[in-house]
């Protein structure tokens, strides 16, 4: 029911800031749920930050917690990831995740969001 575009991925320095940002058309992102995943190849698809539809609460693995900010601005229906500190081991493809179910015990959880952008790649290298 949500159409969703990411963007700001891009090749960049270890130590390091982007912004990437997630659009969406179709329905106002005001009632859902949204996160960030990324994945590299061979690997699971990871879990990397989250921000309710009720308050705005924010989640964060532990791995880039302290380094990521996510927020989002319902007005202009985008949800933005804020990046420092960047490591080479934070090198993926980034996806925006959106849905008006997920439950709080399930935020974690690639499964748990109905609605998925096509990924832009983040590349940390000197």
């Known amino acids: 029911q949500v159409q969703l575009v990411e963007s700001g991925g891009e090749l960049v320095q270890p130590g390091g800031s982007l912004r990437l940002a997630c659009a969406a058309s179709?329905?106002?992102?005001?009632?859902?749920?949204m996160a960030w995943f990324r994945q590299t190849p061979g690997k699971e698809r990871e879990f990397v930050a989250a921000i309710r539809r009720n308050g705005g609460h924010t989640y964060y693995a532990d791995s880039v917690k302290g380094r990521f900010t996510v927020s989002r601005d319902n007005a202009k229906n985008t949800m933005y990831l804020q990046m420092s500190g960047l490591k080479p081991e934070d090198t993926s493809v980034y996806y925006c995740?959106?849905?008006?179910?997920?439950?709080?015990?399930?935020?974690?959880?690639?499964?748990?969001?109905?609605?998925w952008g096509q990924g832009t790649q983040v590349t940390v290298a000197s």
């Open positions: 179709g329905r106002t992102l005001s009632s859902y749920t």
């Open positions: 995740a959106a849905s008006g179910t997920v439950i709080l015990s399930s935020i974690r959880i690639s499964g748990s969001y109905s609605n």
